[in-house]
């Protein structure tokens, strides 16, 4: 993609969608920490069905704390790696309560220390509760980066770094939502829909595909 041609793709996008959210149901900083940790390998719906059940009865650290690891469980084996997640949170929910007061830090490396968390959950954390213009590279951003010729790589770090030179500044805050709900729906992985596509004429991917 050239350089020309990515103000008027990001500003397709927003025309389309000026204020793009997660999909992921969160209300605190700390329900969303929890969200974005159990959505690894998972997906929004299923996690979404999960916290329903889970938020009403523990949405802090000190509550969460207070189900254990079994209890905890029980709330979310719907979502795939249950186990392994509810250890995470619970340790995390520890270190939350023993050195940050129960808060969701604010910095990447704080989050990034949080058992669970690795630099993906810790942009999202940083832009959706935070209003940080970071680049949460999942497996849809890395495809779109790729594919259109926007950002590519061969790692998410990667793509991250592309898109945080290449992406221009008024469009950072959202950028990401906006790439990641145009993978899940538009430029999926295995037949993109690039006959629905936006922003096709700025697209460097050459095997369009047709209209059926």
Known sequence: MKKSDI???FATLQAANPTPETELEYDTP?????????????TDVGVNKATRRLFPVANTPQAILALGVEGLESYIKTIGLYRSKAKHLIEACRMLVELHG?????????????????????NVVLNVAFGEPTMAVDTH????????????????????????KRVPEAYRLHAHHWLILHGR??????????????????????????AP
């Open 102 to 122: 129960g808060e969701v830090p604010r910095t990447r490396a704080e989050l990034e220390a949080l058992p669970g968390v690795g630099r993906k959950t810790a």
């Open 7 to 9: 103000e008027p793709f």
């Open 30 to 42: 700390f329900e969303l920490l929890a969200a974005v940790l159990l959505s690894a390998q998972a």
């Open 141 to 164: 951003i890395f495809r779109v980066g790729n594919r259109t010729g926007l950002a590519p790589g061969k790692t998410p770090l990667e793509v991250e770094l592309k898109l945080e």
């Open 185 to 210: 729906y538009v430029c999926v992985a295995r037949k993109p829909l690039c006959w629905q596509c936006a922003v096709a004429s700025w697209c460097d991917y050459k095997p369009k595909t047709p």
